[in-house]
C-alpha cells in the first residue's frame, strides 16, 4: 500500500520565487492536512481539507500561502512570493476521517535563500 | 487556550532502560495522539487514545482523563528507539495541537 506521497522531497529556490508542494493521500483518506514544521515552533497546523472541502485554514501564516485539493487523490500548497522565513520542512498527512489516525508523509525540505 | 505540554523536552538512557514520556492537555481535547519522529524526519503515528491504555510491542501509551495527563512507555529501550516522540491532542475532533516533542537517544 503506498502512504502518502509528497513531491519534491527538496527545494531550494531563491526568495520571490514561486514554490509549490504537492501531496497525494492515501486512497480511501478523505481528510487532508498540510502541517509546518520549524525548530523555532514545532509542528503546526497550516490548512486541512475534508471530502476536499477545506475547513480550517486559520494556521495559514498570510496571503501568501495558498492551498488547494481539486480532488480527493491530489493537493496543492503554493507559496507566492517566497520569503527566507518560510524555510521549513512542510508534511502532508492523510486520515479517514479527522478523529482518525493521521498517516504522514516523507515531508518536503524547503529552503528559501 | 489548548495546550499540550510535554516532559521531558531531552531523555537519555541506557540500552534496557524502562522509559517514561509525560504529556499533559488542556480542556477541549478529545484524543491524545503519540507520533514518533526518526532522525530522518518521517512521523509515524504511534497511538491514538482517548480513554484506557494501549500497547504495541514495547509501546504502551496510557490517559488519565480525569488528570488530562497521558504517558508514552518503553519497555527494553533499544538504540533503535532513539528519535523524537511527540505528543498531539485532538481538538474539535480534527485539529491535532502539537506538544514540543522529547529527544530520546538510547545508547548500547
Known amino acids: 500500500d503506498a502512504g502518502v506521497i509528497q513531491s519534491p522531497r527538496h527545494e531550494v529556490t531563491e526568495m520571490g520565487q514561486e514554490v509549490t508542494l504537492r501531496c497525494k493521500p492515501i486512497?480511501?483518506?478523505?481528510?487532508l492536512f498540510w502541517y509546518r514544521q520549524t525548530m523555532m515552533r514545532g509542528l503546526e497546523l497550516l490548512i486541512y481539507?475534508?471530502?476536499?472541502?477545506?475547513?480550517?485554514d486559520s494556521g495559514m501564516p498570510e496571503d501568501r500561502f495558498s492551498a488547494k485539493m481539486p480532488n480527493a487523490s491530489f493537493s496543492t500548497l503554493k507559496i507566492q512570493p517566497s520569503e527566507p522565513r518560510d524555510s521549513a520542512v512542510y508534511f502532508c498527512?492523510?486520515?479517514?476521517?479527522?478523529?482518525?489516525?493521521?498517516?504522514f508523509g516523507d515531508g518536503t525540505r524547503l529552503s528559501i535563500l | 487556550k489548548n495546550e499540550v505540554e510535554q516532559s521531558p523536552q531531552n531523555l537519555t538512557a541506557q540500552e534496557g532502560e524502562f522509559i517514561t514520556i509525560n504529556c499533559s492537555y488542556s480542556?477541549?481535547?478529545?484524543?491524545l495522539h503519540w507520533l514518533q519522529q526518526h532522525p530522518g524526519g518521517g512521523i509515524v503515528s504511534l497511538f491514538m487514545?482517548?480513554?484506557g491504555k494501549k500497547k504495541h510491542g514495547r509501546l504502551i501509551a496510557t490517559i488519565n482523563i480525569q488528570e488530562k495527563h497521558s504517558s508514552l512507555h518503553i519497555t527494553a529501550s533499544h538504540p533503535r528507539d532513539s528519535a523524537v516522540y511527540i505528543c498531539?491532542?485532538?481538538?474539535?475532533?480534527?485539529?491535532?495541537?502539537f506538544g514540543t516533542g522529547t529527544r530520546l537517544q538510547v545508547f548500547p
Open positions: 480542556v477541549g481535547i478529545s484524543a
Open positions: 487514545l482517548s480513554s
Open positions: 498527512a492523510s486520515s479517514f476521517s479527522g478523529s482518525q489516525p493521521q498517516h
Open positions: 481539507f475534508n471530502n476536499n472541502v477545506p475547513i480550517d
Open positions: 498531539a491532542g485532538l481538538y474539535n475532533t480534527d485539529k491535532l495541537i
Open positions: 486512497s480511501g483518506h478523505n481528510s
